[in-house]
């Protein structure tokens, strides 16, 4: 089988690797529908996370179940699936309260940039339709596998509320699909920070009413202007840097909340003047498996469209493309065809 493999910075191919197969009896093997790269697969693409040698690449999912290991009962083959990009059995009192990303058995899933994906407790992991999606809805099932759950997670740790009035930092696909989740809770004013105009136009479809292009102080005082001096009630921090999430946090008004989803580089927070600013802070690896059930229903009954932050397919085989452009930011997020 033939795969995206990253073996340095810049340096992606497609590249012959083992065919997965079951290892552990409460695995599935899924044939892939879609794949795609995320935000943060630029990480180590830039060789800003080191990697342990040649790393098979992807975490986003969905398709068709081929096999399951003996221990598996509630995942059959030929289910269409979709799951999150890290494993849970469900079971344990962390997945119990809505926390499967802290699982006690978490396993990161990865290499689903190629045709066939192995997946661990299936049965706590993945869920399944009840019929299989017609194409045109596959890239919004594909989104549901991280970046929507994940934008989900973001509104949802930050609070959001019918009637408030919302940040968001970051305009990548996940900070627009976080513009996407506050218009569906109910938020009257959305405010996206956004220097790019492609995003700035998918964010105002998405339901943004209001858009800064000022970064740093000056982006905190512009949020300031537009909310009578206030700050926000919410806000959705999807960067991860040091400058990101300070614009958060300064841009939250007294008792309001940051859900940040942005997975921190660098980021060291002061406390004292954390204290003093009386804002909730809430977030981490989103648990994508909690909200999958409700976003898959959004999705067949066309409430929501998160595979519009798809502006790039290609073949699976030019994968390094994929890669390029959204290393560029030519692309929000490239779609994969195996
Ligand atoms: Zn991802
Ligand atoms: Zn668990």
């Not at 059959?76 to 699982?103: E, M, W």
């Not at 194409?135 to 596998?145: C, E, F, K, R, V």
């Not at 009630?233 to 909340?257: F, H, K, N, W, Y």
């Amino acid at each position: 089988m033939k795969g995206a493999i990253l073996y340095g910075p810049r340096d992606v191919r497609f590249d012959e690797r083992e065919s997965p197969t079951i290892i552990e009896p409460t695995d599935a093997i899924i044939t892939l529908s879609m794949s795609c790269i995320c935000g943060s697969d630029l990480w180590p693409y830039r060789g800003l996370n080191p990697t342990d040698g040649p790393t098979p690449m992807g975490h986003e999912y969905c398709g068709i179940v081929e096999e399951v290991g003996g221990a598996v009962t509630s995942i059959k083959r030929g289910q269409f699936v979709i799951g999150s990009f890290f494993a849970s059995d469900n079971t344990c009192p962390h997945c119990r309260a809505g926390y499967q990303t802290s699982c006690e058995h978490m396993q990161p899933v990865s290499g689903a940039q190629a045709p066939v994906l192995r997946v661990p407790l299936a049965d706590g992991t993945l869920v399944p339709t009840l019929e299989v999606p017609s194409d045109d809805l596959i890239p919004s099932m594909l989104a549901l596998s991280d970046v929507m759950g994940t934008g989900w997670f973001a509104a949802d740790a930050a609070n959001v509320k019918p009637g408030g009035t919302v940040v968001v930092v970051g305009d990548g696909a996940v900070g627009l699909l976080g513009v996407l989740s506050a218009k569906h809770m109910g938020a009257e004013r959305i405010i996206v920070m956004s220097r790019h105009s492609a995003r700035q136009k998918l964010a105002l479809e998405f339901g943004a009413t209001d858009i800064v292009t000022e970064r740093g102080d000056e982006g905190v005082a512009h949020i300031k202007d537009l909310t009578k001096g206030v700050g926000a009630d919410s806000v959705l921090e999807c960067v991860g840097t040091e400058e990101s999430m300070t614009q958060a946090i300064r841009s939250t008004r007294p008792g309001g909340s940051v859900g940040y989803v942005g997975v921190p580089h660098g980021v060291s927070i002061d406390g004292a003047e954390l204290f003093f600013t009386h804002v909730r802070l809430h977030g981490g690896p989103a648990p994508v498996r909690r909200y999958l059930p409700n976003l898959i229903d959004m999705v067949f009954h066309d409430k929501i469209n998160p595979g519009k932050v798809f502006d790039l397919t290609l073949p699976l085989n030019q994968v390094a493309e994929g890669y390029r452009a959204m290393d560029e930011r030519r692309a929000i997020k490239t779609m994969l065809r195996p």
